[in-house]
């Protein structure tokens, strides 16, 4: 082994189109936190460290992650989804152990922990980006490589490593029958709790 593979959720945006007075990550689905259900797939995956990134309203929605979850805060989180990944790599980058870097969503709370590891096991073959599918689409989570990182500290704007995938082969790795990869973006996905 190369070294750890990092569990990153993206947790730092405004959820908006939720029109929540809590913020997104913390409203309750199926009697948890949203985030709370990502965060779970993340330790249940057995990768690590599992790295919780947070922004609007920081102190709520860490406060949802429970014991052995690191907290990154990003300040620039009203930039969009790269500044969240920027902040995410600028932390792991300091922890010589981490070479890859799978990285979910907070809004899709129904991918499973498989979904992580069969993205991890590409890492392990060498693959430096990597995207799950689910009947063929592409959604999350994502795996880059620290061969990437400095590819993707220069991303900007609200689209992660999509922006990389149109610029860097990518390997797609079925996840079907590992979760639902939805995601939650209005009340109407909660549903009744």
Not at 2 to 14: E, H, K, N, S
Not at 128 to 136: H, K, P
Request: net charge negative; charged share 20%; glycine share 10%.
């Amino acid at each position: 082994m190369l070294g750890t593979i990092a569990a990153v959720v993206l947790a730092a945006g405004r959820g908006t189109r939720l029109e929540s007075d809590t913020p997104k990550p913390c409203v309750l689905y199926r009697g948890m936190p949203l985030v709370a259900h990502a965060l779970d797939a993340a330790i249940a995956s057995g990768l690590g460290p599992v790295v919780l990134v947070v922004g609007h309203e920081a102190d709520q929605v860490a406060a949802c992650a429970g014991p052995g979850v690191e907290v990154v805060v990003n300040p620039n989180f009203a930039d969009g989804i790269a500044s969240s990944l920027h902040a995410a790599i600028e932390w792991l980058a300091a922890r010589g152990i981490v070479h890859a870097a799978v990285v979910g969503l907070a809004d899709q709370p129904d991918i499973g922990p498989e979904a992580w590891q069969r993205l991890a096991a590409q890492a392990e073959a060498g693959t430096t980006l990597a995207v799950a599918t689910y009947d063929g689409e592409r959604s999350n989570p994502v795996l880059i490589a620290r061969d990437l990182w400095p590819a993707a500290l220069a991303l900007s704007g609200d689209e992660g490593a999509r922006q990389l995938m149109r610029t860097h082969l990518v390997v797609e790795v079925a996840c079907d029958g590992t979760g639902d990869p939805h995601d939650i973006d209005t009340a109407d996905d909660i549903g009744t709790d």
